[in-house]
């Protein structure tokens, strides 16, 4: 991984980040406990060091300018994307919420944590579905992230109901972001969010086009919302 610290650092660059020294050994340590765990437990695809340099660590650093506010969820965060690498670039001073269902995968976020001394960091195994009803996490963030793989409508209605008034959703989409959004937009309404535009990124000449979207809570979610996970799959909110 130490190899790659000025892909890292170009990539961040591109981005507009100039990190500080602590900050890069941060981030390069967590990639390199990335591909180390990965060996012994499924945790990401994406698992050689200039993937794990260019489509986790710089990738996550896309939303680091869109952030509200000092208390951000990172929902569906799996191994730990973009959460973490977007907690060592912020600070101490944000307060960080890692939320997913594999156990494997919080287990990891812990030990990461701990080894690298990140202060303000919540790690909670469970369903998003059902968090996302309960005090104090409901409509209590400034920021909510997602790199999750769930097309925007059923990610919407996981994610916003997070979101505090005034606060933004900002997930991570590809090329189809245009074809999710002309499905989710009614979604969002009616769960109290505006679609506010996006950023295009990339992390290097070579990857693909990426879209970091700006969703803004402008009225609180119903409380019917998030159903239950079947009926968000298999009817999503349009």
Do not use: W
Not at 6 to 11: F, K, N, R
Not at 53 to 68: G, I, N, P, T, Y
Not at 230 to 236: D, E, F, L, M
């Amino acid at each position: 991984m130490r190899d790659h610290l000025s892909l890292l650092t170009s990539s961040l660059a591109e981005l507009g980040i100039s990190p500080s020294r602590e900050a890069l050994e941060r981030l390069i340590r967590l990639g390199e406990l990335l591909i180390e765990r990965n060996k012994e437990v499924n945790l990401t695809a994406i698992d050689d060091p200039r993937g794990v340099v260019l489509r986790h660590l710089a990738d996550s650093a896309a939303v680091l300018a869109h952030l509200k506010g000092e208390r951000v969820i990172d929902v569906g965060c799996g191994a730990g994307f973009p959460g973490l690498p977007v907690k060592i670039l912020a600070g101490d001073d944000l307060k960080m919420t890692m939320l997913d269902s594999t156990g494997k995968k919080i287990n990891f976020i812990k030990e990461v944590a701990g080894e690298l001394g990140l202060k303000k960091v919540e790690c909670l195994n469970a369903r998003a579905e059902e968090v996302a009803s309960s005090t104090p996490y409901r409509q209590s963030y400034s920021t909510v992230l997602s790199r999750a793989v769930s097309r925007l409508d059923m990610l919407s209605e996981l994610c916003l109901p997070f979101c505090e008034l005034g606060g933004v959703f900002l997930p991570h989409k590809g090329p189809r972001s245009e074809e999710e959004l002309s499905e989710a937009l009614g979604g969002i309404k009616k769960l109290g969010g505006r679609y506010e535009g996006k950023t295009a990124y990339r992390t290097h000449p070579d990857e693909p086009e990426q879209y970091v979207l700006h969703i803004i809570k402008v009225a609180p979610t119903p409380e019917a919302y998030p159903r239950a996970f079947a009926k968000i799959r298999s009817k999503p909110l349009r």
